[in-house]
């Protein structure tokens, strides 16, 4: 019979299988010129659907001066930026935040009401990100062959914690850009086995998460004579992005290729895409893994913040199903379409 906790593991498990392919060095596409993006964080509009006059801000404000008093009825905030509107000077009375562009305040109860407001970029202030995102961390070292286990204690050094906390901090930095959009997960169990076979997984959430990698899968990788240490590091970059991203398990998941590929676009960003790893046009926009990470890269080249606002719209706690029509609201275009332009361009 199998034991409940293992079974329970395979469940949760996200196979993470990265193939050990012959490796060569990455062709890089040529970054093309982003979209327009707004160079400040919010800006004000005197009329609803940013009509009349106005002006843009990064900064907090505590009075908006006598000209702009009760006067602002809509307002642009840039992706990943965040404004609240206060009723009265230096932030007091009644608030409202907004996290996107806001055409009309009218029904939300603030048209010509505001005299102070509190803008963050979501952008420079990385503490707060560091904090939430430096896990507990308790390394299981279960190989008994001290020349395996040092292939990982090499690369680690002799604090693995630092080292992976370090990864972990990486990982928010590359999705996200406030603590508070982070899901949350905060002790992870290491463990280094012996597991012929596989290489790597990660399961359970929040306060109980395992990571496991195979030290078979870097003994193999070492007689290759490929390098073990940005193999370990790409592969942990993979798994705790499992970790913080966003699932929308409480819409029944989103697509598990596209979750893959978020866990190799965010590895890939931090340097360590695996070699001889290339764009493939031939295959599906979810197919997971390098597929769709060369595919998510190649927006975020062209549309401001894309990955994280992909990321974004798998939120874990909005109650809403994902679908793939969030590509379309980040933009404009059906993934389908976007696939297409990706395939016509590669
Ligand atoms: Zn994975």
Same mark, same amino acid.
């Given at each position: 019979m199998a034991h409940p906790f293992k079974r329970q593991m395979a469940a949760l498990a996200w196979a $993470? =299988?990265?193939a050990a392919a012959m490796w060569a060095p990455p062709a890089h596409p040529k970054p093309p010129p982003k979209t327009a993006a707004a160079a400040s964080a919010a800006c004000f509009y005197e009329h609803v659907n940013f009509q009349g006059a106005s002006f $843009? =801000? !990064?900064? /907090? !404000?505590g009075w908006v001066g006598s000209s702009w008093n009760d006067r602002i009825s809509s307002v642009k905030v840039a992706p990943g930026a965040?404004? &609240?509107l206060h009723e009265h000077r230096n932030h007091g009375g009644r608030t409202l935040t907004l996290d996107g562009d806001t055409v009309n305040l009218v029904p939300l109860g603030m048209n010509d009401l505001a005299s102070s407001f509190k803008v963050s970029s979501g952008d420079g202030n990385t503490a707060d990100l560091d904090v939430k995102c430096t896990p507990t961390v308790v390394l299981a070292l279960e190989d008994t062959d001290p020349q395996r286990s040092r292939l990982f204690l090499d690369v680690s050094g002799d604090n693995p914690e630092a080292f992976m906390q370090d990864i972990g901090r990486k990982v928010c930095r590359t999705l996200y850009k406030r603590a508070s959009e982070i899901r949350t997960a905060s002790r992870v169990k290491? +463990?280094?086995?012996?597991a012929p076979g596989e290489v790597a997984w990660k399961a359970g959430d929040g306060a109980d +998460? &395992?990571?496991m990698i195979s030290t078979a899968h870097l003994q193999s990788v070492k007689n290759q004579n490929r390098d073990v240490g940005k193999e370990i590091k790409g592969i942990l970059f993979h798994e705790? &992005?499992?970790m913080y991203q966003q699932d929308d398990s409480d #819409?029944? #998941?989103a697509d598990a290729g596209l979750i893959e590929g978020i866990a190799d676009t965010v590895r890939f960003r931090n340097g360590f895409v695996p070699d001889g790893a290339q764009p493939n046009p031939n295959g599906r926009w979810n197919d997971g893994y390098r597929t769709t990470a060369f595919f998510l890269l190649w927006l975020d080249e062209r549309? /401001? =913040?894309f990955i994280y606002q992909l990321n974004r719209t798998m939120d874990t706690q909005d109650g809403k199903t994902w679908t793939p029509e969030s590509f379309k609201t980040i933009t404009g275009k059906a993934v389908d379409q976007l696939w297409t332009d990706y395939r016509n361009a590669n």
């Amino acid at each position: 019979m199998a034991h409940p906790f293992k079974r329970q593991m395979a469940a949760l498990a996200w196979a $993470c =299988s990265v193939a050990a392919a012959m490796w060569a060095p990455p062709a890089h596409p040529k970054p093309p010129p982003k979209t327009a993006a707004a160079a400040s964080a919010a800006c004000f509009y005197e009329h609803v659907n940013f009509q009349g006059a106005s002006f $843009c =801000s !990064n900064a /907090d !404000n505590g009075w908006v001066g006598s000209s702009w008093n009760d006067r602002i009825s809509s307002v642009k905030v840039a992706p990943g930026a965040q404004v &609240t509107l206060h009723e009265h000077r230096n932030h007091g009375g009644r608030t409202l935040t907004l996290d996107g562009d806001t055409v009309n305040l009218v029904p939300l109860g603030m048209n010509d009401l505001a005299s102070s407001f509190k803008v963050s970029s979501g952008d420079g202030n990385t503490a707060d990100l560091d904090v939430k995102c430096t896990p507990t961390v308790v390394l299981a070292l279960e190989d008994t062959d001290p020349q395996r286990s040092r292939l990982f204690l090499d690369v680690s050094g002799d604090n693995p914690e630092a080292f992976m906390q370090d990864i972990g901090r990486k990982v928010c930095r590359t999705l996200y850009k406030r603590a508070s959009e982070i899901r949350t997960a905060s002790r992870v169990k290491l +463990i280094v086995r012996y597991a012929p076979g596989e290489v790597a997984w990660k399961a359970g959430d929040g306060a109980d +998460i &395992t990571v496991m990698i195979s030290t078979a899968h870097l003994q193999s990788v070492k007689n290759q004579n490929r390098d073990v240490g940005k193999e370990i590091k790409g592969i942990l970059f993979h798994e705790m &992005t499992h970790m913080y991203q966003q699932d929308d398990s409480d #819409g029944h #998941g989103a697509d598990a290729g596209l979750i893959e590929g978020i866990a190799d676009t965010v590895r890939f960003r931090n340097g360590f895409v695996p070699d001889g790893a290339q764009p493939n046009p031939n295959g599906r926009w979810n197919d997971g893994y390098r597929t769709t990470a060369f595919f998510l890269l190649w927006l975020d080249e062209r549309y /401001d =913040s894309f990955i994280y606002q992909l990321n974004r719209t798998m939120d874990t706690q909005d109650g809403k199903t994902w679908t793939p029509e969030s590509f379309k609201t980040i933009t404009g275009k059906a993934v389908d379409q976007l696939w297409t332009d990706y395939r016509n361009a590669n």
